[in-house]
């Protein structure tokens, strides 16, 4: 009786090919799916804004801390807060994103999204309105800035010796000038000190960012303290204006981000 030799190869690489079809089907829409509005988060600096905005989309989607720097508690809260949070008015919202990201360091959000309370303002809420939309439809996160080749060199000489705020509301409790001097000034050479010479490209406006956890992440949360500890000593420091043109260089590198061109100036 004669027996026929069967290769068994062409099956295997058959079988083994409809797994990994399998595998790609069933995994496909978790590597290209958009953020889902649980895996961002708005970490919001208020102070004597009214936060009405916060009613309108696309911010009713998403869920919320606020940190409160105010002396009041007369702002619009809506279902999506997850927590309210009193901190002294230091360091404006330079001061706030770096205090949450050192006290949630090992509990943040996929995306944290950076706003300060005067969304009120349009331009900015143009900036981060658009923000949010576009991670709304993307898988990474987003920056929208403006593209100056090399942030150090080009902000070299900035330096401000007063400064008010922006908002109407905030003026009416809090109507200070005149600025607390950076120790290293102008802004370039406070830059190396901080950054050496990282080259950074984009700058971002007006407080309004978005940064991924793992972007967060890849610097320790000591590198935060340190950087923090300028901006807890006054309500009007000049060098929060100066972390307001550098935060690409803080959560560098950003490689993975999207960026958009979206400039608006900001008015001094």
């Known amino acids: 009786m004669k027996y026929i030799k069967f290769n068994y190869i062409p099956i295997l690489c058959i079988l083994i090919i409809i797994f990994l079809l399998i595998i790609y089907y069933l995994t496909y829409d978790n590597v290209f799916e958009n953020f889902e509005s649980n895996q961002i988060q708005l970490i919001i600096s208020r102070y004597n804004e009214d936060l009405e905005w916060l009613k309108k989309e696309p911010y009713n989607k998403y869920s919320n801390i606020i940190y409160n720097k105010g002396e009041n508690n007369n702002f619009f809260q809506n279902e999506n807060i997850i927590k309210t949070i009193n901190l002294p008015n230091v360091g404006r919202e330079g001061h706030t994103y770096l205090y949450h990201i050192i006290q949630n360091y090992d509990n943040l959000s996929k995306i944290n999204v950076f706003l300060p309370g005067s969304l009120n303002i349009e331009h900015k809420n143009n900036k981060a309105a658009r923000l949010l939309n576009e991670l709304d ?132």
């Open 137 to 268: 439809k993307s898988n990474k996160n987003i920056i929208i800035g403006k593209n100056v080749n090399n942030v150090k060199n080009y902000l070299h000489n900035f330096s401000l010796n007063e400064y008010m705020s922006s908002d109407e509301k905030n003026r009416e409790i809090n109507p200070e000038s005149k600025l607390e001097l950076s120790k290293i000034r102008p802004f370039g050479k406070w830059y190396e000190d901080k950054f050496n010479n990282i080259d950074v490209k984009y700058q971002m406006f007006h407080g309004i960012f978005s940064v991924s956890r793992e972007e967060i992440q890849q610097h320790p949360k000591s590198y935060y303290e340190n950087l923090i500890s300028e901006l807890e000593n006054s309500s009007n420091p000049e060098v929060g204006h100066y972390f307001e043109r550098s935060w690409n260089a803080v959560f560098h590198p950003m490689d993975k981000s999207i960026f958009i061109e979206g400039f608006t100036p900001l008015k001094i």
